[in-house]
């Protein structure tokens, strides 16, 4: 009587007391929900597959979320993803009726009592479960059983890249899971057939590719220890062509051109031609070298080694036409009318200046001496005109093949 006295006289004591009742409730249906487990587990064989009673394989439906799709690396032929791994099954023994609508496992103990499938990853080279702040597990069970366990996993996985066309190669990588001890009559895989299989976030950025392309497949291994059964998610990928351009490329380009300034240089400039000659093929070489350190030692030609190999040659070509031109510019001449002989066209011949001869006294052509450099003046001007023309020609074949094969093959 005092009490509701109290409370008439206090009327916002009944929201208060209402919430009070409500929290109690609630921690009340809690603690049922997890005593409830607790019995469940007194008779649960965790040796048991959930299907065992029934005789059939348990069916495990997967889904993968990708955060990340790390970039493929060459030269250890792998790549790196980072992934929420869902898992869900349907284990009769764990069903309950009233409580909560779904139940929440935290308690690690409390997890390893329950049975999970044996998943592991075929091609995996490194694999982590992520444990900041707490190791990122989900184990959630519903009213009918329904059990969901999602991990969160980064995993550096094989993928044998095929680098025939490199830089303007595509690639097919992917990610294979299966049980590792339970054959196909106690585990059977799904891809996920609620929803999407593969959920690849938005905002991925994989350095240097393009995904083109992504599908899963359902497969039953056959071993020597059973037949197992597996998933695949196949990733089909493409490489941008644009760093390579801007890295390797553009530079050889230039490096190459420069090579050709020799050809406007006296054929008696000893030291200024060979030492730019030397330069560029040194730079090229290290260019080289430093691609190279990037790349796997596979035995066969990559594109790239085509373009290195074509500059290569140019550079050195061009070192060896200065050899050629200062070997001509030197040697004695035979017989000094040559030239007035043998008439060389217009472009080749270039306009001789009118020069004094100091010692005789009288004008004679300049480049008509004692010397072939007339000659080699005129190999000069042709170098001019086949050097460039040859490495556009090359340009012209190079581009269009690859780009044409790259889109071919993706
Ligand atoms: C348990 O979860 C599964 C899968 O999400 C769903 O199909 C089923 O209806 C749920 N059961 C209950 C009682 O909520
Ligand atoms: C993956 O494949 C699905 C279906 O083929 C497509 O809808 C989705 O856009 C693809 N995702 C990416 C990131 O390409
Ligand atoms: C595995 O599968 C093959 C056919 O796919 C079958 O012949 C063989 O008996 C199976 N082995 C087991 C252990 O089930």
């Known amino acids: 009587m005092a009490n509701l006295l109290v409370l008439s006289s206090q009327p916002w004591l009944i929201p208060l007391l209402l919430w009070l009742l409500t929290a109690v409730s609630a921690l009340q249906t809690h603690a049922t929900q997890k005593e409830r487990i607790l019995q469940i587990l007194q008779d649960y064989d965790v040796n048991e597959w959930p299907d065992f009673q029934y005789g059939r394989p348990t069916v495990v439906d997967v889904?993968?979320?990708?955060?990340?799709?790390?970039?493929?690396?060459?030269?250890?032929?792998?790549?790196?993803?980072?992934?929420?791994?869902?898992?869900?099954?349907?284990?009769?023994?764990?069903?309950?009726?009233?409580?909560?609508?779904?139940?929440?496992?935290?308690?690690?103990?409390?997890?390893?009592?329950?049975?999970?499938?044996?998943?592991?990853?075929?091609?995996?080279?490194?694999?982590?479960?992520?444990?900041?702040?707490?190791?990122?597990?989900?184990?959630?069970?519903?009213?009918?059983?329904?059990?969901?366990?999602?991990?969160?996993?980064?995993?550096?996985?094989?993928?044998?890249?095929?680098?025939?066309?490199?830089?303007?190669?595509?690639?097919?990588?992917?990610?294979?899971?299966?049980?590792?001890?339970?054959?196909?009559?106690?585990?059977?895989?799904?891809?996920?057939?609620?929803?999407?299989?593969?959920?690849?976030?938005?905002?991925?950025?994989?350095?240097?590719?393009?995904?083109?392309?992504?599908?899963t497949e359902e497969r039953t291994v056959v071993l020597t220890t059973g037949n197992f059964s597996g998933l695949t998610a196949h990733f089909a990928l493409r490489r941008q062509n644009g760093y390579h351009l801007l890295q390797t490329y553009i530079p050889t380009i230039l490096i190459v051109s420069i090579s050709w300034v020799s050809f406007w240089l006296d054929p008696n400039a000893v030291p200024g031609r060979v030492s730019l000659g030397v330069t560029t093929l040194l730079t090229l070489t290290t260019l080289a070298s430093g691609i190279r350190q990037s790349l796997p030692p596979v035995s066969y030609v990559k594109a790239i080694d085509v373009w290195i190999g074509v500059c290569m040659i140019m550079v050195f070509g061009a070192l060896l036409e200065f050899t050629f031109v200062n070997y001509l510019a030197n040697k004695k001449m035979v017989d000094s009318r040559l030239p007035e002989i043998i008439h060389l066209p217009r472009c080749l011949a270039g306009y001789p200046e009118i020069v004094e001869d100091p010692i005789a006294g009288e004008q004679k052509k300049e480049g008509y001496g004692s010397t072939y450099i007339f000659y080699a003046r005129a190999v000069d001007r042709l170098s001019r005109i086949v050097f460039p023309g040859g490495f556009l020609i090359f340009n012209l074949i190079y581009w269009p093949y690859y780009i044409i094969l790259q889109r071919a093959i993706a």
Not at 141 to 164: F, I, K, M
Not at 185 to 210: C, H, M, P, T
Request: charged share 20%; net charge negative; hydrophobic share 40%.
């Open 63 to 215: 889904q993968m979320y990708f955060n990340s799709f790390g970039s493929l690396s060459a030269a250890n032929m792998d790549f790196t993803i980072d992934l929420f791994l869902r898992q869900r099954w349907r284990d009769q023994r764990l069903a309950y009726s009233g409580g909560l609508p779904s139940y929440t496992i935290i308690d690690p103990q409390l997890q390893q009592k329950i049975w999970k499938p044996d998943t592991f990853f075929d091609n995996v080279k490194q694999a982590s479960l992520h444990t900041v702040t707490v190791p990122n597990v989900l184990l959630r069970v519903n009213q009918s059983g329904d059990v969901l366990y999602s991990l969160r996993l980064t995993l550096t996985l094989t993928c044998a890249l095929e680098l025939e066309l490199f830089p303007f190669d595509a690639q097919r990588c992917f990610v294979k899971l299966s049980s590792y001890a339970h054959m196909d009559n106690v585990i059977k895989y799904y891809w996920w057939r609620q929803g999407k299989a593969l959920e690849i976030d938005e905002n991925i950025e994989i350095s240097q590719f393009d995904l083109l392309e992504n599908y």
